[in-house]
């Protein structure tokens, strides 16, 4: 069969099928949020388990891995002088237990040089930063624990985010622990608390800080304790080349104060659903394509850490010739693909003389994101991208619902996830069949040049990621 001919096979199969939203539904309404190794997380694991046996998919199976995973207590957030004012709070996931009052300080966005700005200012207080700054899909702006990390290195004893979105949401995302080359519980706790509040709660904070100076009190009670959590894999073997591996993978995993459904059950389900179309073909596809699951992306990119580093080896027994994630695919608005690549320049000219073939247009930008689940493979040499669509949320910055209370099943719709999973579909088709994809594994100083291009090689090294130069 000819690849038109298995194009519109792909596209008639998904287009008529409800398979993706009603997966979601159950994912997220009945198993629930499905936390880093947590008992919602085993349940899901298991439900997808069963999804991939019944689609088809051979060698499927739960490859656990330990890790730390984090309980979340009491937080309380107060102004304590010149007033006594309670704000509500949530901490982030690996926040330590904690008390403490200081004097509060505005970092802004948290930027380097707003940090840089304020110097020695910052040592003792507790800082307040907004959480994120960025248009969804867009890059340029840092990471929370970039921030974090910040906050730490010039002395801050807590870390208080603030939403950029208005809505009552309090935003949430996990905290760098105090010693990254280490997984251990104690390890992965964070060093100081790190909490996050509403648009509407830091905009409060901001009115009073206009008026004199403040003091903060931070109240955290939370664990953070060994645990197991979970990848689910699945394969269609390759007819010809079965060593040879093309991955479509997403995180199941979501955060305990949501249903995760658009970061990223909605990526999931894409990923499963470009799985279950190309099944169809199980026998004819040259190379195996293997649909992966991962989990606990959201507090470290835990699964994928663990996938690369057992599979992915300076010798492997396999060859994974690409990794395609999906975090952040099928929740938005159609006709928004962007495909993030994290490879040679060569590769993106493929993605984008493809556009002609498939007679689909998608955004293609070399962004070097060490955010999600495709890093842990690319810093291994082994190409990657992602792909994402622009999120139903209009004009809000960041992840928009993500990492909020908001990120409900309502936020997803079955044409997302129906285009996200025909676009991954198609595009891990050719990565599979075509001979002339310019798969090339690269060395470790080709790796280091794009980490030092994209400025993280020195935090790669200080966190054990990555090895110093002999």
């Known amino acids: 069969m000819d690849m038109k001919a298995m194009d519109r096979q792909i596209l008639g199969d998904i287009w008529t099928s409800g398979e993706s939203y009603e997966t ?43 890790m730390a995973s984090w309980g979340r207590g009491s937080c309380s957030l107060s102004i304590a002088e010149p007033i006594d004012r309670e704000l509500s709070a949530i901490a982030l996931p690996y926040c330590p237990s904690a008390t403490i009052t200081a004097a509060m300080i505005d970092v802004g966005d948290g930027e380097e040089e707003d940090f840089e ?81 509403s648009y509407e709660a830091g905009m409060t904070i901001r009115r009073f800080a206009k008026k004199s100076a403040l003091s903060l ?4 009670d939370n664990r953070t304790f060994e ?21 479509i993978g997403a995180h ?9 459904a658009g970061d990223d059950a909605a990526g999931t389900l894409s990923a499963m659903e470009a799985g279950r179309a190309l099944a169809a073909f199980k026998g004819t596809i040259r190379r195996t394509i293997r649909i992966v699951a991962f989990g606990s992306e959201e507090i470290g990119l835990l699964g994928s850490n663990y996938h690369a580093r057992t599979h992915c080896g300076q010798t492997p027994q396999k060859t ?53 689940d495709q890093f842990p493979f690319a810093v291994r040499g082994i190409q990657t991208s992602q792909l994402i669509t622009m999120e139903r949320s209009g004009g809000l910055v960041g992840r928009g619902w993500g990492h909020t209370e908001a990120d409900t ?36 100083d080709e790796v280091r040049d794009q980490l030092t291009r994209a400025g993280i090689l020195q935090r790669q090294i200080d966190e054990g990621v990555f090895p110093p130069r002999n």
Not at 143 to 148: T, V
Not at 217 to 220: D, V, Y
Not at 252 to 260: E, K, N, T, W
Not at 411 to 432: D, E, F, N, T, W
Request: glycine share 12%; net charge negative; with cysteine.
């Open 320 to 372: 994974y010739r690409f990794v395609l994630n999906l975090d952040g695919a099928g929740r938005g608005e159609t006709g928004t693909e962007f495909l993030r690549v994290l490879s040679l320049p060569d590769v993106q000219a493929y993605f984008e003389a493809a556009q002609d073939d498939m007679n689909y247009r998608f955004d293609v930008a070399d962004v070097y994101s060490q955010h999600s």
């Open 409 to 444: 099943v309502d936020k997803v719709h079955l044409r997302g996830l129906q285009v996200s999973a025909a676009l991954g579909a198609r595009l891990a088709l050719r990565i599979a069949q075509d001979d002339t994809f310019p798969a090339h594994r690269l060395g470790e």
């Open 217 to 220: 009190t931070i109240k955290t």
């Open 24 to 66: 979601l539904v159950h994912l997220c309404d009945v198993i629930g949020h499905r936390f880093g190794g947590s008992e919602s997380e085993r349940h899901g694991a298991e439900y997808l388990k069963g999804k991939m046996v019944e689609y088809g998919f051979e060698n499927v199976h739960i490859e656990e891995f330990p």
């Open 117 to 197: 700005r304020l110097g020695e200012e910052v040592r003792g207080k507790i800082v307040l930063t907004n959480a994120e700054t960025n248009k969804p899909g867009v890059k340029g702006r840092s990471h929370r624990n970039d921030k974090f990390a910040r906050a730490i290195a010039y002395g801050a004893v807590g870390c208080v985010f603030m939403n950029q979105n208005p809505g009552l949401l309090r935003i949430t995302g996990s905290l760098l622990g105090s010693d990254p080359t280490r997984d251990d519980a104690a390890s992965r706790e964070a060093a100081i608390p790190g909490i996050g509040i």
């Open 227 to 247: 645990s197991t959590s979970r990848n689910v894999i699945g394969d269609i073997p390759g007819s010809e080349f079965p060593d040879e591996i093309v991955v």
């Open 252 to 260: 199941f995993d979501g955060h305990d104060v949501s249903q995760g």
